[in-house]
């Protein structure tokens, strides 16, 4: 089947995230297993710099979703791309990575009866008709729920879970003293290392109120690592509570592993963000670090109360507080759920399983009977 399939695959968001995160790992694992694709994505963002030179990649300057030049110009382009893959003798796949865009891109492939799978990453509800849609894949059960209240058929659902190359993340020998010396921290400090797009909905105004909740000789460093438009507010909120020094904003980093690999604990508390599986989290688990987090979306899956990490109710500053506290003087514990982070993501989310695991879903939606429509 890798000989005669060529996968099409779009993602439209020009922003690197935890998404195109995965598209990438996706793409370079087909690639490694010879499965032949297309990347099609936006001029200038970060995931086509990344995969250039990698994978067969064709950019548009999406300017939004009612771009209607820019979508002619796609389906021109497809169409062709398909003519010239079948009188090679391929069969022609469209895999959707991205909500944004999706709609149009499905309309556009179904019109040109090729066969697609659409990548639903969010625990949030399916807001186009899935009619133009063969198969489902998501990162989460929560995600999943969400395209079956849809009335698209849970036969052809396949949960695949958010994966990365959890050796690249685990620590080596002395790792911690080193990034700490590297990162200007105390050898004795206690350290909590967040990072994701600075955005609404992603809880870090409650990471810092908790943080101004405990006692000044409580108080833990905070490394936080991403971008986004909140990020002045949360600044501005961070002096308000008078906790500025305690609080390091880093900014993207292309290389997270310094930060997790100096820290003590990991939080991540979503308030309304309909996170699927967050490769943060999955990240920090990969590092040994116990993690904080709220039960939101698909959340619970990966961060097992009591077993993996905490969780705590999003929106409760308080709560998050007493949970930070109870890690920072409770070394054992936090080295259990470390332990067990660890060993949970290696088993369940390391990228060596996702590539065949894909494979098999692209096999049916050409040979099983689930998918005739």
């Known amino acids: ?199 609404k909905g992603k809880g870090y105004e409650v990471l810092l109120k908790s943080l101004a909740e405990l006692a000044p000789s409580d108080r833990p460093t905070l490394l936080l690592a991403g971008d986004g438009g909140e990020r002045q507010k949360l600044e501005d909120l961070a002096t308000g509570l008078g906790i500025a020094q305690q609080v390091k904003f880093l900014g993207f980093q292309s290389d997270v592993r310094p930060i997790l690999w100096a820290s003590d604990i990991f939080v991540h508390v979503p308030t309304t963000f309909p996170e699927g599986t967050p490769n943060a989290i999955l990240e920090a688990m990969a590092a040994g670090l116990p993690v904080i987090a709220t039960p939101v979306g698909g959340i619970p899956e990966v961060v097992r109360d009591g077993e993996t990490g905490l969780l705590v109710p999003p929106n409760d500053h308080k709560a998050l507080a007493e949970a930070i506290l109870k890690l920072r003087q409770d070394e054992a514990l936090r080295v259990e759920l470390g332990k067990q982070a660890q060993k949970w993501v290696r088993e369940h989310h390391d990228v060596r399983q996702l590539p065949e695991r894909v494979i098999q879903v692209y096999t049916g939606v050409f040979t099983s009977p689930l998918y005739a429509l």
Not at 93 to 102: C, T
Request: glycine share 8%; proline share 3%.
């Open 1 to 199: 089947m890798s000989e005669e399939l060529v996968v099409v695959h779009t993602e439209w968001g020009r922003h690197w995230s935890g998404g195109t995160q995965q598209v990438a790992l996706l793409l370079e694992g087909l690639a490694q297993r010879g499965v032949k694709g297309c990347l099609v994505c936006q001029e200038d963002s970060m995931l086509a710099e990344r995969m250039q030179g990698k994978v067969a990649l064709k950019t548009f300057n999406l300017r939004g979703e009612h771009d209607l030049f820019t979508w002619r110009k796609f389906a021109q382009w497809l169409k062709v791309f398909k003519e010239r893959q079948e009188s090679l003798g391929h069969k022609l796949l469209v895999h959707v990575h991205s909500r944004k865009g999706a709609l149009p891109t499905l309309l556009i492939a179904k019109r040109l009866k090729l066969k697609t799978v659409l990548h639903w990453r969010v625990a949030a509800p399916v807001r186009f008709p899935l009619k133009f849609v063969d198969a489902v894949l998501t990162d989460a059960d929560a995600a999943a729920q969400q395209v079956v209240r849809r009335g698209f058929p849970p036969e052809r659902v396949t949960v695949l879970r958010c994966s990365i190359d959890t050796r690249f993340f685990e620590p080596f020998d002395g790792a911690r003293t080193q990034m700490r010396n590297h990162l200007g921290l105390k050898e004795d400090g206690f350290i909590i290392a967040g990072m994701g797009r600075l955005v």
